[in-house]
Every structure is written in C-alpha cells, then in structure tokens.
C-alpha cells in the first residue's frame, strides 16, 4: 500500500517544485445563516483567470497564485455578493473561510446557477446533479417531495410501474446501479410501492446521477451511479420539520451540540429524520375503491447523522439509518426487508499543503424474505462493508485524484426458479475486494480532459479487472460544447430476479463463484463477473441563460451477464453429468447491448420552470439460444414536468408531470401443469401428492408488448409564513388525474388484467421551524 501512495506522490512533488514561488488561497463557503456548505459556487480573484467551483463539502483551492494583493469574490444566486480583499506572499498557503449572507433579493445580472457554472469547468458526460429545489418542481405524493419521484423523470431512466416497480438506467439492471449514502452502500433505495425511496429529500445536500461513463472513483457496478450526500445539521441554531399526509408523516430534528460561531470556531451538529407510512391503514378508508380494497404498503425510514467541524474547515461525521418496508398484497404474497447500517467520515485540511485528504468507513445489512401463495418461499441477505482513503492535489486549473478502496460481502440466499428447481443452499458465501484508482483532470483553453484508471481486484476469484476511464469535453462556444465519456467496468454481485414478469417483489443478493456453464460460445467465461463498456457523446447547447438543450447518444456492451437459470431441469449431479450445463447450472451467461439517445430541454427563469425530456432506447439479451428484449426494454419514454410560482407574495406553488411510455415485453401463456416439490424425497408419493401450478410459456423470442402507459400528476401548495424562521405549507395533490388504467401484471392463473395505481388524491401539511 506505501509503494502505492508513494508512486502517486513523486510525480505531484515534482510538479511543486515547477510552481515554487507561487502560493494558495484555500477553505470553505458557508451559509452564514444556518453554517451549512455553499456546494458548487464559483470562488474567483477579481480580474484574473484564477477561480474554482467548491465541491460537495464547500470547499476550495486556488493554487499556483502569483504573490500580490487581490479581491477574494463569490457571487451565488440567493445571497449577497462577497468581496474581500485579500494578500498572498511567495510560497503562501492561505486558508480562508467564507460565509454568504443569504439575501431574497434576485438580481438577473449575477444571476449564476450552480449547474451553469460547472458545465465551463467539468466534463459531466451523463451525469445529473441533483438538489432538493429541483426535486420539489415534481410533483408530490401528500407533502413528501422523494427523490424517487424525481429519478423517474431523468434521461434514459426507465420506471417499470407504481407498484413493486423498479428504476432501469441505460439497459442496467437495479442491481448494477451502485447507490450511495454518505459513502456507504445501499442495496436497495427504494420502496415497494414505487413513489418513495429511503432517503430524506429535506435533508439532501446533493446527489449525483451518472447513468454511464461513470469515473475511476465509482467500481464494482456496471450500469450507473447515484452517490448521495446528505446534510451535517444547522450548526447555528435549532430547527426542524413535521409533515404529515394521507399516505404518512415525517419529523426532522436539527441543530448545535457545540454552536459554531461568526469566527468559525469548532462546531458538533446533529441531524435526525424519521418517516413512516401508514397507507396499508388509511388506504382502507380513503381509497377502498383500488383493485383489493386499499393499499397494502407500509415502511418507516430513520436516519441520524453527528458531525464535528474544525475551524480549519477539517470535519468527522457518524452516521446511521434503518429502512424496514412491509408488503401484503390481496393475501397472495407476502414480503418484507430490512436494511441497517452506520458508518463514519473524514475530510482532512493539511493547513500547508494543496492536498485535500477524505477517508471512510461503513458497515450495512440487508435482508428480505418472500412468500407468494402456491409457490415456494424466498429469502436472501447480505452484510457488506467497505473502507476507503482518498486524496487530492490541485495544480491551478487541473487536479490529481487517486485512492485506495476496501469492500467485503457475505451473502446467504436460497430460492427456486419458476420450474421449482432450488437455487442455493442458504449457506452464507465471504467475498473481498480491494481497489486503487487514479484520476487527472487537465483544463487548458477549450478542452477539458479526464483520463482514469481502476484496478479492482476480486481475491476470492482472484481476478485483477483492469479498468480504463475517459472523459472528454471541448467548449466550441460560450453557449456549444461537445462531450464524450467511455470506461471498462465489472462487477460480481448478481440479483436473484425472473425475467418473466415486469414486476417482481422479491429482490436477492448474491456474490461469490457462482454454478456457471463451462462455455459459452466456445469460449470460458471471463472469471465469475459481469462487463460492461461505456461509450457516450452529445452536446450540450444554450439558448441563453435559461433555455439549455442537452443531447447524448449511448453504447453499453455487456460481454458477459450472469443471470439465474430459467431453463434449469436438473440438478447438478454426477448422475446428470451428460446433461447439458444449460439445463444443470444455477447460472448462465449472457451477452447483451443496450444503445439510445436522450433528449433534455430545460428552462429555468424567476418562477417557471420546464423540463421535457425525450428517450428513445433499445435493449438485448442473447443466452446462446434466443435474441431476446428483456422486461424493461421499452422504446419511447416522454417525461414532461412543468412548475409555476405564483400570487401577489409568490407563495403559490403549482407542479405537474406527464409520462408517457411505451409498452414493455412480456411472454405468453401457452399452458398450465402440475409442479411436484417431492418435499418428502424419495419417501413422496406423486400419484397423491397436491403440486403447485406451473405455467408454460412461449419461447422468449416471442414476446409481445404490453399496451402503453401515461400519467398525469398534479400538486398545488401554498406557503404561509409565520415568523422568519417558521412557515407553514399545505399541499393538495393528485396522482394519476385522468384515471389511467394502467396494466400492473396480468394474473396467468386466474386470467385477470391487475392495473397500476387509479386516480389518487392526497392532502398534506408541513410546518417548517
């Protein structure tokens, strides 16, 4: 590990020997109202080309300066311009924290987004910042703005249904997007219902979304990444929120253990978030009309989070969560998960260096058990930790970035296919994995370039994966830029999910060597992983300063796909040793393509916001046998969300979203048959024994598609002000206004059609304080 880190560091020594004279101005923004970080705002020196944006903790570093005196300046929309002189000597590393005043007053001359200003600095191939503003233009389910809601309507996402629905992103499956909280792994961020996720969007500091070409930071996932950063807590004074609606309630507490005052002394802040839902109770009464009488969904969320500031602007943070989720659908299937963890973080200023040094660690568990009636019951876990160390050096414009990573999993699973063949032992399987990667990010006039490279080694395999990352960004214009974004990448954990059906509850985790074929298209499989490579490009174009079009095309190839064994016949015995291993293995391989385009037009000036976004994808699966669309390949998605502020104090608040997607592939009955369990071995008699019911199916070249989906959402609120801190909102929103009819699952036993949600009407109430 030291010949590692030392080989990272002579080249950066060098470089500062090439810059000596020069010095540095570093430190942090905060909001001086409730101390919480400035992310993503320019920091400059008034006529000169030295100026940073901050990243997600608020910091910045403005290095190799000439020695002088200058003008420190911030100019953000929401607060008042900062200038401050300031005066750097030869081989000076200054620290400077700065606090913005917030101001209500909006001038359109500085008048500068967060997102405007990185879009000049960063590559950003398929990649979408998100904050808690933008996720409240969605409209909301009661007065509970989810970041799920908000997910569903980003390019080249693809949502799969109100109930028990998951989120595809550019053809990857839920269980090749890697989430993150805070650094630590979440195996499953959403709830079964489909409107909520696990997370807190009151308490969001940022979250970014990269559905491809993700960089060298980000491994073990082949798909996507959604990396969530959430709040410290008011270092100033106390605060909190209570919401409560007809689908559940919130309550979010925080403040100062040890307040942090004007001059930036230590701060110890807290953070706690609570929510819960009680639908499966007031669905009964309030929506008696669904399909079974009610809802039959239920969760509670809790999240915590202390955090120790130095005056330095150095930080550790302890945080913890629990996610439990409850579903008991019409009495025919039953399923549960738990999800717990805790962990901690570092950032660490050296007070006379370049350097900006964070460390992690973190620990969570995720289990689920499922049982559907007249079919075998389900369950799966894993417990997963993972350690990292990361470090970066600022060299003016450009930056070195490089780390090191540690990841464990142990699993236990233990489930059957749909022909009731089992598939585990229920044996709990160990796995480690340790990382390095690397990252320089080169600006120089018109370009912007971002080489990478991961070394993930897999040592229960073992098998080193050799990971090249690439992005690229060249600035035509002030308003044209052209990007592009490629990368290598693998990952062992598979997921225990049918291709059958577009909706399954059961969701299981598996890792470790898996029951695979020998071969696969004459060749040996490429370790117990799964591959992918990204190749993404488009541009991005302003209008003017509100109106911006973003467009990008999109190549995944998956080389090889590890997928439970639908056609699996026999088990894997000696005495089936002439069998075919497509008819034997738990696993077989894959290879599959996913490719599109993606079309974001977005508006954003004073009240009104708009955002259309247009997707148009295409996804393949080959198994050796069959070219296949899997379930969530659908071709044209249409996301359309528009949000109006209004009234004589603009304390009016008007949100609506329409989706429209078309129909997803789904395979055909062709009979039904009796499928023995012989649960008592040999001893079983099958001429008296009861089966299950089975179902044949056609062959999965022949699918059809199931009709299109749209939807129509809708929130009005108003705000009320109370004192200057406190406010009260209301909100009265509706979910599906028109009463689309839209197909949820069709039951192959009893031959009926199951829709989605109906029209569903929701009033909520918030008082903020």
Do not use: C
Not at 95 to 104: C, G, K
Not at 280 to 288: F, G, I, R, V, W
Not at 506 to 514: E, K, M, N, R, V
Request: avoid cysteine.
């Amino acid at each position: 590990m030291l010949r590692i880190i030392l080989t990272g560091l002579i080249p950066l020594l060098l470089t500062i020997g090439i810059y000596a004279q020069n010095g540095s101005i570093k430190g942090f923004v905060y909001d001086k109202g409730n101390g919480e970080p400035v992310i993503f705002t320019n920091v400059y020196l008034e006529n000169t080309t030295h100026g940073i944006a901050t990243d997600v903790n608020g910091y910045y570093n403005l290095s190799q300066v000439p020695p002088g005196n200058y003008k420190l300046m911030v100019s953000y929309i929401g607060y008042e311009t900062l200038v401050l002189p300031i005066s750097l000597g030869p081989d000076e590393v200054k620290t400077q924290n700065l606090y913005l005043i917030p101001s209500n007053v909006q001038i359109d001359d500085v008048e500068v987004s967060a997102e405007r200003q990185e879009l000049q600095t960063a590559v950003r191939t398929a990649v979408i910042k998100v904050s808690p503003k933008q996720i409240s233009k969605i409209p909301t389910i009661g007065a509970q703005p989810d970041i799920a809601q908000y997910m569903q309507v980003l390019p080249g996402v693809v949502f799969t249904g109100d109930q028990g629905g998951q989120l595809y992103i550019r053809g990857g499956l839920p269980i090749q997007n890697l989430v993150l909280l805070d650094g630590m792994t979440i195996y499953n961020p959403f709830h079964s219902i489909g409107l909520f996720s696990v997370f807190d969007s009151d308490i969001m500091r940022n979250a970014d979304i990269y559905t491809g070409a993700f960089p060298a930071q980000y491994g073990g996932r082949i798909s996507s990444v959604m990396d969530i950063t959430m709040r410290d807590g008011n270092k100033r004074r106390h605060a909190g929120k209570f919401t409560t609606n007809t689908f559940g309630s919130k309550i979010l507490m925080e403040g100062p253990l040890l307040r942090m005052g004007d001059n930036g002394n230590t701060g110890l802040s807290y953070i706690v978030s609570a929510k819960t839902s009680y639908l499966d109770q007031t669905s009964k009464a309030l929506y008696s009309y669904i399909e079974g009488g009610g809802l039959p969904f239920s969760f509670t969320d809790i999240y915590s989070k202390v955090s120790l500031n130095s005056n330095g602007g150095s930080k550790v943070s302890l945080f913890g969560f629990n996610f439990r989720d409850q579903v008991n659908y019409r009495n025919v299937s039953n399923l549960g998960w738990n999800s717990a963890g805790a962990g901690a973080n570092i950032v660490l200023v050296p007070g006379m260096s370049d350097f900006l040094i964070k460390a992690n660690f973190s620990y969570s568990h995720y289990d689920i058990q499922f049982q559907e009636i007249n079919q075998l019951p389900a369950y799966s876990s894993i417990d997963g930790f993972k350690a990292g160390l990361d470090f970066t050096y600022f060299l003016g414009d450009n930056s070195f970035n490089y780390g090191l990573e540690a990841m464990g999993n142990a699993t236990s699973y233990e489930f059957y296919n749909s022909i009731g063949r089992k598939i585990g032992s229920g044996e709990e399987v160990n796995t480690t994995e340790l990382a390095g990667y690397a990252t320089y990010k080169w600006s120089s006039g018109k370009w912007l370039v971002e080489p990478g490279l991961r070394l993930h080694y897999y040592a229960f395999i073992p098998y080193a994966s050799f990971e090249p990352r690439l992005g690229v960004k060249y600035k035509y214009s002030d308003h044209l830029r052209f990007k592009m974004g490629a990368g290598i990448y693998s990952q062992n954990l598979v997921s225990a999910i049918s291709d059958r059906d577009v909706v399954n509850l059961f969701y299981g985790f598996l890792s470790g060597s898996y029951n695979l074929q020998n071969e696969f298209q004459g060749s040996e499989p490429i370790a117990d992983l799964q591959t992918a490579q990204h190749l993404i490009g488009g541009f991005e174009f302003d209008f003017n300063k509100h109106w911006m079009l973003q467009v990008e095309g999109y190549i995944k190839y998956n080389p090889q796909i590890i997928v439970l064994n639908r056609n699996k016949l026999f088990n894997d015995s000696p005495a089936n040793i002439d069998q075919p291993d497509y008819f034997k293995k738990d696993f077989i391989l894959e290879t599959g393509n996913a490719y599109g385009v993606d079309f974001l037009l977005k508006y954003d000036h004073k009240q009104t916001y708009l955002w259309f976004v247009y997707s148009l994808g295409k996804v393949t699966r080959f198994d050796g046998v069959y070219d296949y669309a899997p379930i969530f390949d659908r071709r044209h998605n249409v996301n359309l969300v528009a949000s109006y502020i209004f009234g004589d104090d603009l304390s009016w608040e008007i949100n609506g979203r329409w989706n429209l997607g078309s129909g997803f592939p789904t395979l055909q009955n062709q009979g039904f048959y009796e499928q023995l369990t012989f649960a008592d071995g040999i001893a079983a008699d099958y001429t008296s024994d009861n089966g299950l019911v089975g179902v044949l199916y056609t062959s999965l070249d022949q699918k059809v598609r199931l009709p299109y989906y749209h939807r129509f959402d809708l929130t009005l609120k108003r705000e009320i002000a109370i004192t200057t801190n406190s406010t009260l909102e209301a909100s009265f929103s509706v979910t599906n206004v028109y009463n689309r009819e839209n197909i949820f699952y069709f039951d192959r036993v009893s031959y009926e059609r199951v829709n989605q949600l109906p029209i569903l009407p929701s009033l909520g109430a918030s008082y903020t304080f």
